[in-house]
């Protein structure tokens, strides 16, 4: 019997109290999904989900009763939030599909839990642990668990005409779980519906792609959505600028320790076009710190890994740091992926290192004079104070930021007179 009863989090005090709760009275509640997915494969468990077969308003009825707070954060559909001492627990009735569309399903409330698991999208989804801990497989789960094959449960076509989500999903869930070749069905009906992927919001798609790219190596998912077409249909920059800097990058990250950041990723699949970039975000529904990223990355220039410190400096302060860090990194990742038994390589590694350790501590200094100084000097309001502030700036920068406010207001006079 496989089982999850020793688990740290499954012996949660205040777990058991919902799991009592729900399992008293007729009632049944199992922990459903991610929880006992990770645990089985000894990863670190975050959210828990249990499913019921009582309805939501049994289910808040009875916490209710003991004092337990419940929030219906998606009645409609079955979901009510339990919170004990600060700790959420999503509790959704079992349901079984109605009607479905590809982008939502209308559901209706069961008592059947092989219903419940057979409208799941993947087997090691749909795996269940009662409330004494043992785990309960009705789809195959856990052999595909044990092989690291990612499945859909049931017939592949039709799990993804129920939710086109699913194809990103089944590439998602492979970066994260899979080993060796996908499944053959999942990958064909990935494949064969592909352009149903334009139905679905940008939001839920950025969602999935996002992360999927923050996986420890989301190598092997991207060469297979690139092989069936996916790719260039969710991310239409990578057709002609490929995926060839992913390997370099991820082993790179692992040897410096860097922490795993979708946005670099993206960046490695991309070209640094700022046009183009702008229309992505917006196809996507970026962030405006997740577009502004971009931008940074694709304003910054070329940097050439034998340039001095007081240059660097300058272009510091001229571009966005974490732009210029961006372009460091995928450099340097490139550079690393040249390095071995190279040693003009080997070095232009260690200078590129140099620069990006440089970038960690730059504080960009302010530059002392403002266009008041200027107006207060007599420059006329107007374009005119630009100009010369610019050529102060500039004159700035040229001595290392050295001058100080006094020494910049008498250049200034100086300009203004000359």
Known sequence: MTSVAGQTWFKDEALQRVLSLLNAEGGEGRVVGGAVRNSLMGLPVADIDIATTLLPEAVIERATTAGIKAVPTGIAHGT???????????????????ETDGRRAQVAFSNDWEADA????LTINALYASDNGEVVDMVGGLADLERRNIRFIGDAATRIAEDHLRILRFFRFFAY?????PDADGLRACAAARSKIASLSAERV??????LLAAKDPGRALLWMRQ????TKVLPETEKWGIDAIPA??????????????????AAIVPPDV?????LAERLRLSKAEAAYLQG?????????????????????????????????LALAVARGKAEGDFEEMARTARLGKLLERTAGWKKPAFPVSGADALAAGVSAGPRVGEILGKLEQQWLDGNFAMDRAALLARLKELIES
Do not use: C, H
């Open 80 to 98: 009510v939030t339990l919170v004990i001492d600060g700790k959420p627990f999503e509790i959704t009735t079992l349901r079984r599909d109605v």
């Open 118 to 121: 057979e409208r799941r999208d």
């Open 177 to 181: 779980y899979g080993s060796g070749r």
């Open 206 to 211: 950025w969602s999935e792609m996002k992360k």
């Open 228 to 231: 069936v077409g996916i790719l």
């Open 249 to 266: 990058l991820i082993a790179t990250e692992q040897a410096l320790g860097w922490t795993s950041d979708p946005l670099l990723r993206l």
């Open 275 to 279: 046009a183009r970039l702008a229309k």
């Open 297 to 329: 990355w694709a304003n910054a220039p070329g940097i050439k890994d034998d340039m001095s410190e007081v240059v660097f400096d300058r272009l510091l302060y001229r571009y966005d740091t974490p732009g210029v860090a961006a372009r460091l990194k």
